[in-house]
């Protein structure tokens, strides 16, 4: 059974990882329900009007800090038609913490046809025609392009991060394992196994230099797009972030 907060409309978990969580919450929204907030915020646990509500979730400090770093990532983008608006961290004294402000979730703007992995796995079957496809990998190739412009390592390319808007418009986010490329580690490259280059058992830490390994991953994204299939592995997945999301809801 979904937590009353959920069942009532008044948070709906969007997406979740193991280190983060993406919601809406009512009070964003015109009509009173989370779903249909214009916003998402994302941060290392759900806060509700000052309380964590759905129980403890990452460090406040750590969460802090990985938000503080998103959201100079976005500003370092800029305003850009491939990448997600983000409005900024949200600060407040939280209860239960100490008397300093903390950044609890980042503001973004809220894909309205979810991300496209979703859509990739839900109408594999009946995909859109090739002309769209295209179109879509063109603008996802357009979108790490001006990151890289930017001086930004993405790390976690996929399509999973990749968000769907009316008109098949596309737009990137998920910036938190992003780095600058003079600061990105050379030891880890953090996207799934399936975008990684093979030839080792550990693919995250297979020395191949990191921009080889963003624009493999990124033709492994391009590949995903235009045949509209998952790449080695699968035609569908599990992760466990959306068991954890499905789970919440009460499903």
């Not at 969460?63 to 305003?79: C, D, P, R, V």
């Amino acid at each position: 059974m979904a937590p009353l907060l959920i069942a009532d409309g008044k948070i709906q978990i969007v997406a979740q990882t193991a280190n983060s969580v993406a919601y809406a919450v009512e009070n964003d929204s015109n009509t009173g329900l989370a779903k249909d907030s214009p916003f998402v915020l994302k941060g290392g646990t759900v806060w509700y009007k000052g309380k964590q509500a759905l129980g403890p979730g990452k460090d406040i400090d750590e969460s802090h800090e990985s938000i503080k770093k998103e959201a100079t990532i976005y500003k370092t983008l800029g305003q850009h038609d491939r990448i997600l608006k983000c409005f900024g961290p949200e600060v407040d004294v939280l209860n239960g913490q100490d008397s300093i402000p903390k950044a609890w979730a980042l503001r973004l703007e809220r894909s309205p046809l979810d991300s496209l992995r979703d859509n990739i796995i839900d109408t594999y079957n009946n995909p859109p025609s090739q002309l769209i496809r295209l179109q879509l990998a063109h603008q996802f190739s357009e979108g790490v392009a001006h990151l890289h412009h930017m001086g930004i390592i993405w790390g976690d390319l996929s399509t999973r991060n990749a968000f769907l808007f009316d008109n098949w418009q596309l737009k990137l986010g998920d910036f938190a394992d992003s780095d600058h490329m003079n600061a990105y580690p050379s030891d880890w490259y953090g996207c799934e196994d399936r975008y990684c280059p093979p030839g080792s058992n550990n693919p995250q830490m297979h020395d191949v230099g990191t921009m080889n390994r963003e624009l493999f991953a990124l033709g492994s994204a391009i590949y995903e797009i235009t045949e509209w299939k998952l790449p080695y592995g699968s035609d569908t997945e599990v992760v466990d972030g959306d068991v954890a999301k499905q789970l919440v809801n009460g499903k």
